[in-house]
Nanobody
Framework: QVQLVESGGGLVQPGGSLRLSCATS????????MGWYRQAPGKQRDLVAS???????NYVESVKGRFTISRDNAKKTVYLQMNNLKSEDTAVYSC?????????WGQGTQVTVSS
């Protein structure tokens, strides 16, 4: 059974930091491309950051220099370090695992940036 479980979301003030985690099970994590997506109310779900099985990373322009995606293959976990958070970062953040044509999603974790 494939499971992706996100954690680390919450309420933070503008300028603050959060670290999201996505723990996986039931997949060959070492071979998976991992991504973090977010969906704000009334908007579509968009890719925020991704990391390949080889460790190459990619970021949407709006988070470059503030967010860092990383992976720990031994723990089968992907992380998203988010610094200097802004109100526009408020959204439900979900992780995605992709192996060949198969994709899997977690349930999401809420991130709210507000004073």
């Amino acid at each position: 059974q494939v499971q992706l479980v996100e954690s680390g979301g919450g309420l933070v003030q503008p300028g603050g930091s959060l670290r999201l985690s996505c723990a996986t099970s039931g997949i060959a994590f070492n071979f998976a491309a991992m991504g973090w997506y977010r969906q704000a109310p009334g908007k579509q779900r968009d890719l925020v950051a991704s990391i390949t099985s080889g460790g190459s990373t990619n970021y949407v322009e709006s988070v470059k220099g503030r967010f860092t995606i990383s992976r720990d293959n031994a723990k089968k976990t992907v992380y998203l370090q988010m610094n200097n958070l802004k109100s526009e970062d408020t959204a439900v953040y979900s992780c995605n695992a992709r192996i060949d044509v198969l994709g899997y999603w977690g349930q999401g974790t809420q991130v709210t940036v507000s004073s």
